[in-house]
């Protein structure tokens, strides 16, 4: 079994589109995190959620809204979506808030066009 | 921002030991060295962690330096499947956040 799996793997989708990506941890752990990956390789932290609730939220704009149904599950909504939004989307969890390895899915290839 | 300094990139025979520096001269006492390695097309994957002792598990050895401002990750049998972007990281335990601050890493590319 996949620790932690995202869906879907691909997306490609048309600017103003809204469209989502789901993350599922079969592992137990208490948080779960979103990382966009860009065109040049960088990775950045987006959101972070403990327990269902939101604990970090890096300046994304709001037309990204995460959510957590509960902790094995972290979603990300993409409203409107840009061409700069075309990236790869990570899911991780750990288990627990403060210390400890994150343990990475495959990713997401978001591609607007 | 991340408070790494690597090299861009590294060569490395198979069935050698691959060396992968990292400076990391800004280090507080309560911040961990934490190495990660991310494989063409799939999630980063943790490899090892310390603090000041040396560590060493299935996958590698960390070597921390008595200042702590540098660390050596030892691959020590590299393999065509190690070829990967290695992410060295330092981060403080049982912060209130747990953020990963990635920097631009070490493309290892081992040769047959």
């Known amino acids: 079994d996949t620790a932690v799996s995202q869906t879907p793997k691909y997306l490609v989708t048309q600017m103003g589109n809204d469209k989502s990506i789901k993350c599922e941890q079969n592992?137990?752990?208490?948080?779960m995190y979103w990382y966009k990956q860009d065109s040049k390789k960088f990775l950045k932290i987006m959101f972070s959620y403990n327990n269902k609730e939101l604990i970090i939220n890096e300046t994304v704009p709001n037309r990204f809204s995460p959510k957590s149904p509960d902790k094995a599950h972290l979603n990300l909504h993409i409203n409107s979506l840009e061409l700069g939004d075309s990236a790869v989307y990570f899911c991780?969890?750990?288990?627990?808030?403060?210390?400890?390895?994150?343990?990475f899915g495959e990713g997401s290839r978001l591609t607007v066009l | 921002d991340a408070k790494t300094t690597q090299p861009p990139s590294m060569d490395c025979a198979e069935g050698r030991a691959a060396n992968l520096p990292c400076n990391h001269s800004?280090?507080?006492?309560?911040?961990?060295v934490y190495w990660y390695r991310q494989i063409h097309s799939q999630g980063p994957q943790y490899i090892i962690h310390?603090?000041?002792n040396n560590e060493t598990n299935e996958m590698a050895s960390l070597i921390i330096t008595e200042d702590r401002k540098s660390s050596t990750l030892i691959l020590p049998h590299a393999t065509l499947r190690d070829t990967a972007v290695y992410y060295c990281?330092?981060?403080?335990?049982?912060?209130?956040?747990?953020?990963?601050?990635f920097g631009t890493g070490t493309l290892l590319a081992v040769q047959p």
């Open positions: 991780a969890s750990s288990q627990r808030e403060s210390g400890g390895e994150l343990f």
């Open positions: 592992l137990g752990h208490d948080t």
């Open positions: 310390g603090l000041k």
């Open positions: 990281i330092v981060r403080a335990y049982g912060g209130a956040t747990n953020k990963l601050i």
């Open positions: 800004t280090i507080s006492g309560n911040e961990y």
